[in-house]
């Protein structure tokens, strides 16, 4: 993975002295609470419902083992043992104090990480998908085009007051993991048939919140030398145009949906013309020193016939391989995903500390000491050889981090909602809580097989559950928490929106109410059918009917 | 105007107690004080006039404008080469679109003159306002103007592009390696 030279280095241990110096003329009234309010949003800290909640940066997804170690470290000293992890690969600490923070951001400096911009109205920390550089299907690694967007966004000048926040996601692979098209710019890249070169497709304007857009095509054939020069462009223009009066407005989706893809294409053309062949230009360099970074030439070429005699031998085993671990480019490896969602009892995302170190561990001993986080808020091992896998495995359950579900019902993605998070209608965690317990048979999952949830407590769609096959959005009427069902979403290059069922539910019917929206499915599905291509053929009808035929209690 | 952070030139930035310009909000309001003073005018007012209006202003040659963080700077184009100053405004400094306008006024219109920050410009924005191409700063008039004069030698390192610096570290890593 990238590591820092004496630049990279230096930028993170000034911009701790700064917040330092920033915290310190806020606390003795130097600044006021709006001068100093956006200076801590670009430092990732959030003032909560309890506490000051800290967010902090996992570019583009990857840990080293010793990062995760320290962020072990940096739950236990200052918050309640745990961190949970996020839909935008990042890892949230939420019982922080003001006074702690500068000491946090040194560790993190210390193990080259910091928590600049993963909040505030300017570029946020650039995602991508969680088996980037080892997945079988993979075009071409994102990382170090991640990495370099990385670097030119952070304290970019121009773009750290923009109207609103801004979202770059990266993928390269046959299905899009990294839920390309709900970003405000989403970029594929691919190699041209014709001259063999690196090429992109920009997509412009997706994002979720209020308003859910699926992103369009921007621009397509663009080098990757021109990868900043071109962002540089749409930022500007973004700048210049983003409506200012009304935050729920001023998302770039807004500016492109109101003028038009064409004339916002046009628009960053003439500006691009104007830059394109500045010293802003990418240089094969350049993008030679970023991706050397990346290159890993340690794989083993080892037998592993243990393996195949494990599987056999084990059920449990053999059912932990078909679910959790994915397809490596490499011969003899797989890559495995913990899920941080074994039931109940424990909150979708939330790792402790012990946990932590744990999973550090076991990357150090059967894997590259690397560790990457999903965006449905799992945690990846990238690779490890199958004549480790067993050993592995049995290390996992000794750490209650082998609960067989990923990419099923119980794998939800949820936001921290009205628990933590002051911007929420409603509750998140215990609706997920009660969906886990209603749906605890491992047989009925399988049954039901691969099916997205997704729980977000407001319109902010922090769980994205627009595009969850269902999502579950909590919503406010007169003070009571209420939560409203959309079915058919589905992430990925055919990204598309769910459709809402109809009036929303009570807290204590959304368990029964996701039961009977199963069972409809099982009825209707045929063969391998999955969940949105089965509502895509029978309508959302019969889930309808189904689900207000009893006398539930839906709001008036 | 004061409170002023004035010529700043790579290392040398001095607090300025003699800045000559006075800061016109409105036509309307000039008057006969005003008459041997060194004016910043409203372009966006200005522009409105035509010419004939623009004569009878009397006002020759115009050597400073201060602009709305909405106005198109390619407006200013046919006026350049008679200015000497250039206002850019920060109603409040979360609205960032004035440093969009400096770095177009320096990189497309190839501006040299000075390009002066007002409004809600505080310490903690100045280096951003600096390196896209803000060479004097007036400071919001509550605030200490030596305390904000730290806020230039914020963060050394700048990964991106920008009029400060044309090459990004990208292209400079390798030159100190």
């Known amino acids: 993975m990238y590591q820092y030279d004496f630049y990279d280095q230096a930028l993170v241990d000034q911009r701790v002295r700064q917040f330092r110096d920033q915290v310190e003329r806020y606390q003795n009234g130097e600044l006021s609470e709006e ?85 505030g109205n300017c570029v946020r920390n650039v995602t991508t998908e969680a088996f980037a550089g080892v997945a079988a299907d993979e075009i071409i690694d994102p990382r170090p085009f991640a990495e370099i967007i990385r670097q030119w966004s952070t304290i970019n000048p121009e773009f750290l007051f ?55 095509s921007l621009k397509k054939g663009l080098s990757w030398r021109d990868l900043l020069t071109y962002l540089e462009a749409v930022l500007r223009v973004y700048n210049r145009h983003g409506r200012r009066d009304n935050k729920y407005k001023a998302r770039i989706k807004i500016l492109v949906k109101s003028i038009g893809v064409e004339a916002f294409s046009e628009e960053v053309e003439k500006e691009w013309q104007l830059i394109k062949s500045s010293p802003g230009e990418l240089t094969e360099e350049e993008l030679n020193r970023v991706a050397s970074h990346f290159v890993n030439e340690n794989y083993l070429n080892a037998a592993y016939s243990d393996y195949e005699q494990q599987l056999v031998e084990d059920s449990d085993f053999a059912n932990w391989i078909a679910i959790n671990t994915h397809e490596h480019k490499h011969q003899g490896y797989l890559s495995v995903i913990i899920s941080t969602k074994p039931g109940p009892e424990n909150p979708p995302g939330d790792v402790n500390a012990e946990q932590m170190r744990a999973i550090a561990d076991l990357a150090d001993t059967y894997s590259f000491g690397e560790i990457r986080v999903t965006h449905e808020q799992n945690l990846v091992i990238p690779s490890i050889h199958k004549k480790d896998l067993y050993t592995f495995w049995n290390g996992l359950k000794d750490t209650r981090m082998a609960a067989t579900n990923i990419g099923m019902l119980t794998d939800m993605i949820t936001c921290p909602g009205g628990d933590y998070c002051s911007l929420a209608n409603a509750k998140s965690i215990p609706v997920a809580a009660a969906i886990q317990k209603k749906f605890n048979s491992s047989s009925q999952l399988q049954n039901i097989g691969a099916l997205s949830l997704n729980i977000s407590g407001c319109m902010n769609a922090c769980a994205h559950h627009h595009i969850g096959n269902i999502g579950i959005l909590g919503v406010d009427k007169n003070g009571a928490e209420w939560y409203q069902i959309t079915i058919g979403g589905e992430q990925g290059i055919d990204a598309r929106l769910g459709k809402v069922i109809g009036p929303s539910f009570g807290a204590q019917d959304v368990p029964d109410v996701i039961d009977k929206i199963v069972d409809v499915y099982l009825a209707h599905r045929e063969e391998d059918e999955s969940f949105s291509s089965t509502v895509d053929r029978i309508g959302i009808a019969p889930f309808k009917e189904k689900v207000y035929s009893n006398a539930v209690e839906v709001e008036a | 105007m004061k409170n002023l952070i004035s010529h700043v030139n790579s290392e040398q930035a001095f607090i300025d107690h003699q800045d000559p310009w006075v800061y016109i909000e409105s036509l309307d309001l000039i008057n006969a004080s005003h008459a041997k003073a060194q004016l910043i005018l409203p372009f966006d007012e200005f522009i409105a006039l035509d010419a004939s209006q623009q004569k009878l202003l009397d006002i020759q040659p115009i050597k400073a404008f201060w602009l709305s963080n909405s106005t198109d700077i390619q407006l200013l184009a046919p006026f350049l080469n008679e200015l000497v100053l250039v206002c850019l405004n920060f109603p409040k400094f979360t609205d960032g679109r004035a440093y969009s306008q400096a770095v177009e006024l320096r990189s497309h219109l190839k501006w040299p003159g000075e390009i002066r920050a007002f409004g809600d410009v505080l310490r903690d924005q100045l280096d951003h306002m600096h390196r896209c191409g803000f060479n004097s700063f007036a400071i919001r008039e509550d605030k200490n103007v030596e305390d904000a004069l730290k806020g230039l030698s914020s963060i050394s390192i700048n990964y991106s592009n920008s009029v400060l610096e044309p090459l990004p570290l990208f292209r400079r890593r390798s030159l100190y390696r």
């Open chain 1, 35 to 119: 001068e100093f309010s956006p200076l801590r949003l670009q430092n990732g800290l959030y003032l909560q419902k309890h506490a000051y909640m800290l967010r902090v940066a996992i570019p583009y997804g990857t840990l080293s083992s010793k990062q995760l170690t320290m962020l072990a470290e940096i739950a236990q000293t200052y918050d309640r043992g745990y961190g949970h992890f996020t839909t935008r690969q990042n890892i949230q600490f939420n019982w922080i104090e003001l006074n702690d923070v500068p000491a946090i951001l040194a560790k993190l400096a210390s193990v080259e990480m910091h928590s600049i911009q993963t909040s």
């Open chain 1, 162 to 216: 923009l109207p609103r926040k801004f979202k770059i996601a990266v993928s390269s692979s046959t299905e899009d993991r990294a839920a390309v098209r709900t970003h405000d710019i989403g970029l594929y890249l691919y190699r041209d048939r014709l001259d063999d070169e690196v090429k992109l497709e920009v997509m412009a304007g997706g994002g979720l919140g209020r308003t859910p857009i699926i992103s369009q």
